[in-house]
């Protein structure tokens, strides 16, 4: 995208030269969902990836307004899927639950001391990631 002029940087750090990255991640990601939800493995597994396919989506059309923390929505969206492992799962995915939510705190420690984002951005982004695993697990 950047030899194409679509990004002036590979940091992407305008808000408006997002769009493009956001929309060709949502494409791979809801085509890598359909692939694996007719591939012969768990359900949980496409459903995983829906989840992070709806997170991708929202992301990109929070984006034509605000701006919010790709990083944490990712981070999030770990936590979540650990966290929806765990409850739903026949294995103690604890130490994984709070690990990710240690990471997602030094994640977020660093995003604000880059001066990437607000505390807001990072918290919504966080939430918003996890909802989408929570959200995706409890309707499939």
């Known amino acids: 995208m950047k030899k194409f002029g679509l990004v002036s940087s590979m940091q992407v750090n305008h808000q408006g030269e997002r769009n493009m990255p956001y929309l060709t991640s949502f494409i791979f990601f809801s085509s890598t969902w359909w692939l694996l939800s007719k591939a012969p493995l768990p359900p949980m597994v496409a459903q995983l990836m829906l989840g992070a396919t709806i997170a991708v989506l929202l992301t990109g059309i929070i984006n034509l307004k605000i701006k919010i923390s790709a990083h944490m929505v990712a981070i999030g969206g770990l936590a979540g899927a650990f966290l929806m492992l765990g409850i739903n799962g026949l294995h103690d995915y604890t130490l994984w639950v ?24 990072i918290y919504s982004g966080f939430l918003l990631g996890m909802m989408c695993q929570i959200v995706v697990d409890n309707i499939g």
Request: glycine share 8%; net charge positive.
């Open 98 to 121: 709070i690990l990710s939510f240690m990471l997602s705190g030094i994640m977020g420690w660093a995003r604000l001391q880059l001066k990437a984002h607000s505390p807001f951005e």
